[in-house]
């Protein structure tokens, strides 16, 4: 044998060792990629079996029924399951919408229905916790659950067709304009919680509810306790669970002390909201009404 030839033979020797390395190395990655392909050929499906946002027709909650004497004078309500009284961007104070954001969506005004950093961030949250603790979906989103989805259910499709719902609601209604209409209506849809076979519909009856006053004077304190409440109303409820409630508005108003400059920015001109004097020290309290103790304080 030449000794041409016996170099190639140890070359094919060479070649034979590295192959199983090799493929030990290309398999997982032919594995990761073609579930990749499935995960976005699934989504793209899942998305395109959505009927546009053109299609659908919004439910229509309504109002609570009030009856009238023949003066003009309120007599009361038509009893029903839901106690709901839509009202009007200007009677919703800053703290109840900033509150909103903070919990709920703080990249509210910078998003375009998605919040992609949100997912990401939920989505490390509840690996590192082995249990869903966190959420991603955006305000636009959970708008269009309570507005365009019958029956949701918890499940991968539904965030699919939620997310390009969002993203139509979003380019039917742009601009700064179109987000505050997206932000009242969720604060007329959204439940804060049911109480004595009851359920408070919107903003308007949950201050009714739960502090006796029209939304347009809560306090930033009551506006805190009440956008912590959605998330999980019968968890946060103030009537049954004080003491969660109270963690959980003091959360929102920790959020409201570290995004200062940014609310106060949007705060800004709003008589009656005054961030330093609400937030900084934070002594401040919910009606007494709902037994917080008045010592509770954010540290």
Known sequence: MTYRQRKARRGRRRGARRNPALLIILVPLLIVGVALVSAIGYVIAIAADTPPL???KPRDEGATSVVYAADGSRLGYVRSD???????WSDMPPSAREATIAIEDERFYEHAGVDYSAIIRAGVKNLESGDTVQGGSTITQQLVRALYIEDPQRNFERKIREAKLAQELEDEHPGRAGKNWILR???NSVPYGTNYGRTAIGIEAAAQTYFSKHAK???LAES???AGLPQAPSQYNPFRAPGPATARRNAVLRLFKGGHDRIANRLDNHAGVRLDDSVEGIEVLANQKIGIPITDRVI
Request: proline share 5%; glycine share 0%; aromatic share 6%.
């Open 185 to 187: 209506e969720y604060l």
């Open 54 to 56: 053109s299609e659908l």
């Open 217 to 219: 004077n809560l306090t």
């Open 82 to 88: 839901e106690i709901r009284t839509p009202v009007s």
């Open 224 to 226: 805190a306790l009440l």
